[in-house]
């Protein structure tokens, strides 16, 4: 093939990416720093279209617990396209002092294996331009693992409190009308 051809089909290959980005809503289009780790995640790039199951964590809340229901979602549903995002918060008082704590408290003791985020603050004036808009198209986290559902546009379709379990009734079928509206 020659540099004129190869230069032709570049632009061409380059099409359906610059459609998805142009389709990611703004308050997705963020590059995150993972737990414990020097990657970045950029949320667009990585889940562009899928549906999202977003939660603000604490390592040392009561509800700590849910992060095992929250990883049995995780496995049930991420064949078919549902993506949990864990954002750890000290903004409740409840979070470990440091990012090694935490991911311990996550990886080890809980065995997640979806994706954590470094921590940041989901509520009031500092909190991430994420969590802004996860509030202005429901409503703020209350209390650590507060779960917004949020389809593959990028709207907030249901949000539950910290008392609502992953494991729950309500939650579960909120999950599956999610993750089944999205296929």
């Known amino acids: 093939m020659t540099l004129a051809r190869l230069a032709l089909l570049i632009p061409l290959l380059l099409v359906p990416l610059l459609a ?3 389709e990611c809503p703004e308050h997705l289009d963020v590059t995150l720093k993972k737990l414990r780790s020097s990657d970045s995640l950029n949320l667009c790039e990585a889940f562009a279209g899928r549906p999202l199951l977003i ?3 604490a390592s040392h809340c009561g509800f700590t617990p849910q992060f095992k229901s929250l990883e049995a979602i995780h ?3 991420a064949e078919r396209g549902l993506v949990v995002l864990g954002f750890p918060s000290d903004d409740f008082r409840q979070e470990a002092d440091s990012e090694e ?3 311990e408290i996550c990886y080890i003791n809980y065995g997640v294996t979806f994706t954590m985020f470094a921590p940041l603050s989901v509520k009031g004036e500092d909190a ?3 969590f802004r808009e996860l509030a202005r198209q429901s409503r703020a986290p209350g209390w650590n693992f507060t779960k917004y559902l949020v389809d593959g546009d990028g709207r907030v379709v249901q949000h539950f409190p910290s008392r609502v379990a992953p ?3 309500e939650f579960t079928a909120a999950v599956e009308a ?3 509206a999205g296929e």
């Open 55 to 57: 939660v603000n964590t």
């Open 128 to 130: 991430h331009p994420l």
């Open 20 to 22: 998805v980005a142009a």
């Open 101 to 103: 704590k935490t991911a």
């Open 75 to 77: 496995r049930a549903y």
């Open 178 to 180: 999610l993750v089944a």
């Open 167 to 169: 494991d729950s009734a």
